[in-house]
């Protein structure tokens, strides 16, 4: 009796021995679901944003999908901006879904817009997403059937591009300037100002300064981009400073197209010392494009205050909501002094003029000031107002 209570006892010591290693086997068994494939990545309308199309796969419970943003490499924006970029950053996003399989062959997931803005990969001031390639991931998970969340491996990549905006198309193939004044605003050449990439180049507008028989000589009504003065602190003046390069070589082609340049005058650029604190000047220019300098802020032929510190209106400029999305700053409070003359909300912009150091540039402030002292050159938000002759004969 004893002999077979222990093989009983032992019988059932293996059988409970057994069912535990069982059990732990079982749990030691990973449980896997099955990796998504991505069926299309497209651009959703106006490049508003991406649809990524998802076939159907076995126990997901929805999608976790990573976006990766290759910037365009564009021959017109040759700074380091969060925009537009000469070098390529990778900038990862996460979006997680909630989609459901109800039965349906494929699913769909919508990254908008806002998505993008609010993960920091394009300013608020865009329209569209930015250029460049969208490199696209997914993998599927469930939390429901398993009561903990169990991931897929991640599918293969899948990419889709925004296409560069062509530069150097211009706006018109003739102009008529014969009834332009003083004072007027005219219409010449194009360049991106809305923030919507999608719907090309808008034409730039210019304020005339002066007219003479044979030629006009204008600036730019809005700051038309965010640019630095110089990309080093190396001390450069006008000659040698980087933002006239670019305005005379990515600006000017991006700007003007065949017939437009060919009426653009190449003008003798002087340089004068700064007035104030006598910071040389450097050695007058060629250019096609240029900027404003401090004495012509004080000519009142021009139409502006002959004092620098005063709150001249004529001086305020607004930023285009493109040059937001670059970096400038745009003033945005009610105080009216603050504004433009049609209410828009003014900022910072640069003259071509040196400013109290070899290393800093001066400019006009948002309220209409002339900033003697000026600002450091790699300052990058200050506005850009290119300035130009063109000639009528």
Known sequence: MKLLKKSLALLLAMVL?????????????????????ITSVKLIKNDAGIKVAVGKTKDAEGYE???SYEAADNSLYQDDKDVYANYKEILSYKHMTDIEQSGSKKRTVSIKLDDFIKAGMTNKNLKTLPAGKYTVTVRSY???KYGTTVWSEYSKEKSTTVALEKTGKGYKSSYDFSKAKKGD??????????GNLANGQEPIEWVVLSKTKSQLFVVSKFALDAVPYNDKNTGDTWETCTLRKWLNEKFYNAAFNKDEKALIKTTTVENFDNPKYKTPGGNDTKDKVFLLSQLEMIDSDLGFSEEYETYDVNRRCAPTNYAVARGAYAYTGTDEEYKTKSGEGACDWWLRSPGSYADFAASVLNYGYVHSFGFYVLDDSNGVRPALIINLK
């Open 185 to 194: 605003i005219i219409t010449f050449g194009a360049y991106e100002q809305d």
């Open 17 to 37: 021995t057994l069912g535990a290693f069982s059990s732990l086997k079982a749990e030691a068994k990973e449980i896997t679901i099955k990796t998504p494939k």
């Open 142 to 144: 469930n939390k429901k």
């Open 65 to 67: 999908v990573y976006v």
